[in-house]
């Protein structure tokens, strides 16, 4: 039974919620509020620290919050952008006597003109009270991305060459960059989040839910660029083991290219750490040794953590809440004996994600050295799995109990659950951010951009009570302005671009504050339609600059199957359709038409004398390409499977068995698996790319992108 409302605002519970950041109400459309739950408030409140389950237990913690909210001269964490000093100060007693240590070493009397960095500010109020907080300085905005570009979308896993194994690798990043750099004039190519995924029979193939974020999977690996694999033991058992290896990848590639096979990471991973094991067995030459040493050094405890827990979950499943009392605990003295009994191991993970990044880093320079403006585009998932590594070395900076979702919305009437704990915003507060800066950090190193999925979570996020329908949860507030800052300090260290997913819905300011602080949004074709006017698709001049335009993602239909309607085939035969079939293929057809329509009126069909109805699907796509050139879209994206006409989304939403999301190659309109080389030569793309590709200004003053 669900419990009752929660109480209206001014009632204890609603102003003890307040003051922690936790809603009592949303709004899924304009014009409509929602109550939320005693029972998602209170266990909210709960995962927070705070006792709200008695009449007396809320009395007291209302009082003990307004009591240290009156007491406290500053919050944990103040900003302050472009050296300005942070609004916070306004409100400090005057006499207040304030003494700043930057992150650079110096000692300061005042906040003024600060240097970009996390400091710590010291201050003293006339009456004796005093605070010791994090101070984040950050450039006023990001810069705008370097002129105009396209680049390429595709999910690693899913491009295949006739040299990795059985899926998408680093190896295969690195060609693709290069090739479409130096050949097609593309600016960058976004990929999947590379995160380290939870071990498992078989393994959760979403890349949106990894056991950590801030090291990645050495699934990803081309094993034979590894330095040491050439110097493998030649007339050992070692060189006869590692050729073993190949044919059993070469037959994995071949079962997925030719033989209709799923992808399969478990297989693959088998095989790429027999091989990783062998290798590891060459010495590393003194200078490898010293690059492997300063990686040690610069990730510290983080990578010891997630090594450790890497070696644990050989031993004891990769489920940490499943171990031995102690282990659970990654500081206790049982976790302490099992580091050293497994010292091995753990050494063995750190060389991988050493191993990996190096790799990571290279494709980077490879795709700059290709004359990209921006280069790779990696992904942040919104969270990590509840059993993997940054949940068990990270637990106070995570919710206890509760999960990450969606709210019942037009689009999802049940919500969604996505089965990822929430950082809590107190402690990320107390430490100055430290976890996220250093996720940030890290991705920033092989990265020109960073792509945020639900990039909305860095206001607040959707809380439901573990073992709690996604009914019956509520929104918990972030400090948006520390987290927008750290996250515009971290980029602009880095010289990269913050793109924000923003599909959905949107609370009202949320993309004004990321525009003000240059982070650019998310535009697909079909979703950009005049909600506020006649609906009707909207005008390519009515579109925003700041962001990347596409007009498809990952988790929905190819363009073609779009324009054929064959995505509304698709769910019918899942049964995922919650209206007749004929009502969805005409509301389909409809939305494509007036999107054909406007392509038409625009003269972007081009060939097709006819009119719309000659138009071929391959013509009705590159119009679809040239209708974005037309928006003032600082990024133009292409999702790789549109350039062979692949009907098949990479995921599809609320499916699990009956669909293999993530498993899929990248393949032509017939199905078949188009490999990295085939898709070099491929016909179809190029005519689609060269909509794209920069050309010099005609003599008419065209745009260098085309019409």
Sequence with gaps: MQAPPAEPAGTPLSRLAALHGVATSYSPSPGRTVPATDTAVIAALAALGVDASTPEALRDALASREAGLRERLLPPTVVGWDGEPPAALAALPDGTQLRVETEQGETRASADRLPPGVHTLHATAPDGRTADVHLVVAPARL????????????????????????????GDLAELSAWAGRALGAGFVQVNPLHAAVPGHPTDPSPYRPSSRRFPDPVHLRVEDVPEFAHVEKDGDGHERLRAVLRRAALL????????????????????????????????????????????AEEG?????????????????????????????????????????????????????????????????TARDAGMKVGL???????????????????????????????????????????????RPDRLAE?????YRALLRALFRCAGALRIDHVMGLFRLWWIPQGRPPTDGTYVRYDAEAMLAVLVLEASRAGALVIGEDLGTV???????????GVLGTSVLWFERDWTGDGLPLPPDRWRADCLATATTHDLPSTAARLTGEHVELRDSLGLLTRPLAEERDEAAADTGEWLTLLARLGLLKGCGGGISTASEEAEIQAVHRFL????????????PDTVGDRRPQNLPGTWDEYPNWRLPVADAAGRPVTLEELAASPRLHALLDVLRPHPPSPAGLPPHGP
């Design 253 to 296: 590639r071949k079962a997925v290219l030719e033989e209709g096979a799923l992808i399969d990471r478990d297989a693959v991973w088998e095989l790429k750490r027999e091989a990783l094991e062998l290798v590891r067995a060459v010495p590393l030459g003194p200078g490898r040794r010293a690059a492997y040493w300063d990686y040690l």
């Design 301 to 365: 405890d983080a990578l010891e953590d997630h090594a450790t827990w890497c070696a644990l979950a050989e031993v004891h499943g990769p489920d940490w809440h499943s171990w031995p009392a102690g282990l659970r605990d990654p500081r206790s003295p049982e976790t302490a004996r099992a580091r050293s009994e497994l010292m091995d191991r753990i050494d063995f993970h750190s060389r991988l994600a050493w191993l990996t990044d190096t790799q990571l880093v290279a494709a980077q320079r």
């Design 143 to 170: 810069p705008a991305p370097p002129g105009r570009a396209y680049g390429l979308l595709v999910q690693l896993y899913s491009l295949l060459s006739r040299r990795s194994w059985g899926m998408g690798d680093l």
């Design 377 to 423: 585009v990696h992904d942040l998932a919104v969270g990590v799995h509840p059993g993997g590594a940054d949940a068990w070395a990270q637990q106070r900076y995570f919710a206890g109990g509760m999960s990450v979702g969606a709210p019942p919305d037009a689009f999802n009437a049940r919500g969604q659950d996505w089965g990822l704990p929430p950082w």
């Design 629 to 640: 050139l037309r928006t003032p879209a600082r990024l133009v994206g292409v999702w790789l």
């Design 431 to 435: 430490s100055g951010y430290a976890p």
């Design 507 to 517: 609370e009202p300011g949320v993309r004004e504050a990321l525009q003000e602080r």
